[in-house]
C-alpha cells in the first residue's frame, strides 16, 4: 500500500489474531446449528404431542352436560304453551315432543322442518344434542340466526303444489323400486317428493327425531308437506348408525295432506299416538331390498278436498 510520500508501509497480521477470529467464527456457527436443532426437535414434538393431549383431555372430561331435570322441562312447556299468542303448539302437543328428547340418549339429533314459535324451546330441551332446522323461507332463517345466536337453521326451496298432491302420490307409487325407493340417500335422488338441496350432512347424521312441522301455508299452490313427510321416513329407514328408531313427529296432523301423506309414507301401523294436531310415528331402520314404504298397506284414497283444513 502506497502513501502520499511514496514510502511503503506493510500491515502485519499475527497468526493468533486470525485463529482468534476463526474460532469465534467456528463457535458462533455451532451454537446457531445447536439451537436450530433444538427448535426442530421441539416443533417437531409439540406437533405431536398436541392431538395426545388433546384426545387425554377430552376422555377425562366428562362427556356433556347433564340433562334436564323433568321439572325444567315441564317448566319450558308450561311457559312455552301459555304463551299470549296464536299458532303455537298445545302443552299436550309439546309434552308428546319434549317426553322423547329428555329420554334420548345424547349426543341426541333433532331435525325441525318449519321455524315456528316453538323454534327456542326444541333447541333449548335438546341442548345436549344438535338440533337442525329447515325452513322454505332463507330470509326468515338467516334473520333467525342472527337473532339468536347458537340456532342452526338452513333453507330449503319445494317444487311441489297441494293441488297436485295426488299425482305425487301415484308417481311415488310408481317409482318405488327407482326414484323414489324407500331406502336411498336422498342426496343423489331424483325423487319429486324427496329434498336432495338440504346440506350434505343432514343426508349422513343419524336422525333420533324428525319434526315435521312446515312448510307454513296452506292453500292449494302451496306446497304443502309431502315433501319433508317423505324426506322423513326415507331418513328414518336409511340411517346408518346410532339408534335403529327414529320418533317422526307431524304436526297439523288432522290435515288431509299431512294425514295422507302420513299414512302413505310413515304408515299407520307405526303410528303409536297423537293427541290434538299433533302425530306419533316411530319408524325402524330399513332394508335396502324392500321396496315398500308400509307392510300393510290400507290408507284411504286421496280426498279431492285435499286442501281443505
Not at 52 to 71: E, F, H, I, Q
Request: with cysteine; proline share 6%.
Amino acid at each position: 500500500m502506497k502513501n502520499g510520500n511514496g514510502n511503503t508501509k506493510f500491515i502485519l497480521l499475527h497468526p493468533y489474531i486470525q485463529k482468534q477470529g476463526s474460532s469465534n467464527r467456528l463457535w458462533l456457527l455451532a451454537f446457531l446449528s445447536i439451537f436450530t436443532i433444538a427448535f426442530l426437535i421441539t416443533l417437531i414434538y409439540t406437533r405431536n404431542s398436541i392431538p395426545t393431549t388433546v384426545a387425554a383431555v377430552a376422555a377425562a372430561a366428562p362427556s356433556g352436560t347433564p340433562p334436564l331435570s323433568k321439572p325444567v322441562v315441564d317448566a319450558l312447556v308450561h311457559y312455552a304453551s301459555n304463551y299470549n299468542t296464536t299458532g303455537h303448539m298445545s302443552n299436550a302437543e309439546m309434552k308428546m315432543i319434549s317426553d322423547v328428547l329428555r329420554k334420548c340418549s345424547p349426543p341426541c339429533n333433532l331435525l325441525v322442518f318449519g321455524l315456528t314459535l316453538e323454534t327456542l324451546l326444541w333447541r333449548a330441551l335438546n341442548h345436549n344434542g344438535r338440533t337442525v332446522f329447515i325452513d322454505e323461507n332463507r330470509y326468515y332463517a338467516a334473520y333467525v340466526e342472527e337473532k339468536h345466536p347458537g340456532i342452526e337453521a338452513y333453507d330449503v326451496q319445494y317444487t311441489t303444489k297441494i293441488s297436485e298432491m295426488n299425482e305425487l302420490i301415484a308417481y311415488a307409487k310408481e317409482t318405488i323400486r327407482n326414484e323414489c325407493r324407500p331406502f336411498q340417500n336422498l342426496l343423489f335422488s331424483d325423487c319429486k317428493l324427496g329434498l336432495n338441496d338440504l346440506p350434505n350432512h343432514a343426508y349422513e347424521l343419524a336422525w333420533d327425531v324428525i319434526l315435521v312441522d312446515g312448510p307454513r301455508e296452506y292453500w292449494p299452490e302451496a306446497p304443502g308437506r309431502m315433501s319433508p313427510i317423505f324426506t322423513a321416513g326415507v331418513l328414518a329407514r336409511s340411517k346408518k348408525g346410532g339408534s335403529p328408531k327414529t320418533h317422526v313427529f307431524v304436526h297439523d296432523f288432522n290435515r288431509n295432506v299431512e294425514r295422507i301423506s302420513s299414512n302413505e309414507f310413515l304408515c299407520k301401523d307405526n303410528l303409536v299416538e297423537s293427541q290434538d294436531w299433533l302425530g306419533h310415528f316411530v319408524l325402524e331402520r330399513g332394508d335396502k331390498n324392500v321396496f315398500q314404504f308400509c307392510r300393510s298397506h290400507s290408507s284411504s284414497p286421496p280426498s279431492s278436498s285435499s286442501s281443505s283444513s
